[in-house]
């Protein structure tokens, strides 16, 4: 059942997981056992809509805590310090123009799929921009499919 795929990760990145996981073994645990007290005093289980909910929590928050100590097992450290680096890796920031559309260039750190946060210009590995630069070196141009469509971009600068 334990997934064994590597989980790419920053020590940033390996720290909030650490941290996530202190946070449901240490308080999201006891909060919800205290729920789960609580409604078992409430009597009859069987129409007890709290003692239902308390125990989905439960699953979830075991389930969480199972899921984060496999990711922890399983990471792997990239490194932060990519100077120098002349073709787009994890860890590293790129800038790419996007030359079908004629936009405005936009800059990226790739990261492992566990830190994604395209909000903060944190995109995946995985994903179809971050997959496609990978290995790719600044002026090639990457032919890029998205749900809107087949996008050609350039790849600008690699810090």
Known sequence: MADAKEVLVTKAGLAKLVEELQQYKDVRRKEVAARLKEAIAYGDLSENS???????????VEGRIVELENMIKNAKIITDDKSGQDTVQI????TVQNITENDDPETY???GSTEADPVNSKISNESPIGSAILGKAKGDVIRVKVPAGVFEYKIMKIK
């Open 109 to 111: 750190t790739i990261v």
């Open 50 to 60: 709290e003692y239902e909910e308390a125990k989905n929590e439960q699953a979830f």
């Open 91 to 94: 860890g590293v920031t790129v």
